[in-house]
C-alpha cells in the first residue's frame, strides 16, 4: 500500500531553520504531483507547497514565499521542504501528500489522494 512517510521536525528557534522529509513507497513517484501542507492547533489544515509530476514546477503559498523551498528526488522517492527564516506562525504539523498519477496541481484538499501522519514544527520566538 502506499506510505507517506514525513521526518526533520522538531524544536527551533526563529530564526532558524529546518528541512523536512518526505518518503514515499507503494506508488510510482515519479507520476505523482507532491506538496506539503501544515496544521496548527485549532486551525484547519492549509497548503503550504506542491511541485508538479512532469517539469518539477513549483507553486507556494504567499506566507512562505520567499522563505520555504520545495523539492523532490524522483530516484529516492523523496520530496523536501527546506524551511528559512523560520518564525512563531510556523509552528503546526506538517503533511506532506501525493496527487495523482498524472494529476494537474490540485484547487482542493480533497484531491489530493494520498497523506503522510505528519511531523511536528515548533518555532519558540
Known amino acids: 500500500q502506499v506510505q507517506l512517510v514525513e521526518s526533520g521536525g522538531g524544536l527551533v528557534q526563529a530564526g532558524g531553520s529546518l528541512r523536512l522529509s518526505c518518503e514515499a513507497s507503494?506508488?510510482?513517484?515519479?507520476?505523482?504531483?507532491m506538496g506539503w501542507f501544515r496544521q496548527a492547533p485549532g486551525k484547519e489544515r492549509e497548503f503550504v507547497a506542491d511541485i508538479h509530476w512532469g517539469g518539477g514546477g513549483t507553486s507556494y503559498a504567499n506566507s512562505v514565499k520567499g522563505r520555504f523551498t520545495i523539492s523532490r528526488d524522483n530516484a529516492r522517492n523523496m520530496v523536501y521542504l527546506q524551511m528559512n527564516s523560520l518564525n512563531a506562525e510556523d509552528t503546526a504539523v506538517y503533511s506532506c501528500g501525493a496527487a495523482g498519477p498524472w494529476a494537474g496541481t490540485p484547487s482542493r484538499l480533497s484531491e489530493w489522494k494520498y497523506w503522510g501522519q505528519g511531523t511536528q514544527v515548533t518555532v519558540s520566538s
Open positions: 507503494g506508488l510510482i513517484f515519479s507520476m505523482y504531483t
